[in-house]
């Protein structure tokens, strides 16, 4: 059995601007499942960019599998091909590793926006599958869940990777809302700290 899902989500960036952050968002603070990432190969083939990079991400496990299931990081190929005529860059990812357990393959593509070229729209797919004996539907919901979720990780990390580098107004918002959550978590404390010494007093 194979779970298949599409997602669709738009950029407030032009294509140009998501070529760009895409080739540079990590790290980010929400790629902390990121690990490594390495160009393995990159040419130029009829005027188009192929570029294949492995990535070593974590790989938590149900606690159902973790006896079956030791390994804790997992390798990722991505095969991308950019063609700056047309605006497209699209992405082709799978595991290399843990296949015996789980497959999981997606694909990306980036393009402008039809009605507004200001806009990027990316489409995604993925396949999920597993064949583990006994425990394959549990793992192939356990993946399906958490891939969910990197999706929205990874959105979140390449919209701060691109305001960094093209909206540096945003970026010092950002900064500037962190700080002063820094400073009411820090009087916050003091404050419990003083509230726990009276009362020992």
Same mark, same amino acid.
């Not at 962190?178 to 400073?183: I, M, Q, S, Y």
């Given at each position: 059995m194979v779970k298949h899902s599409t997602f669709s989500d738009v950029f407030n960036f032009t294509w140009n601007q998501v070529a760009i952050?895409?080739?540079q968002r990590y790290p980010n603070v929400y790629s902390k499942h990121v690990l490594s990432e390495d160009v393995i190969s990159r040419k130029i083939i009829n005027g188009k960019l192929h570029t294949k990079r492995l990535f070593t991400k974590t790989n938590p496990m149900p606690k159902a599998g973790e006896k079956f299931i030791t390994a804790r990081n997992v390798y990722i190929i991505e095969e991308s091909i950019v063609d700056p005529k047309? /605006?497209?860059f699209v992405t082709y990812t799978r595991n290399v590793g843990m296949q015996k357990y789980v497959t999981i393959e997606e694909k990306c593509f980036y393009q402008p926006d039809i009605t507004d070229k200001s806009l990027t729209v990316c489409n995604r797919w993925a396949f999920i599958s597993s064949? %583990? %004996?006994g425990l394959g539907r549990v793992i192939q919901t356990f993946c399906t869940q958490r891939f969910k979720? *990197?999706?929205k990780k990874s959105m979140k990390g390449l919209n701060e990777t691109m305001d960094k580098l %093209? *909206?540096?107004e945003a970026n010092q918002h950002n900064e500037c809302r /962190?700080? /002063? %959550? /820094?400073?009411k978590a820090k009087a916050a404390v003091e404050k419990a700290k003083i509230k726990t010494s009276k009362q020992m007093c």
């Open positions: 952050g895409l080739w047309d /605006k497209t064949s %583990f %004996f979720q *990197n999706v %093209f *909206n540096p /962190k700080e /002063k %959550f /820094k400073e």
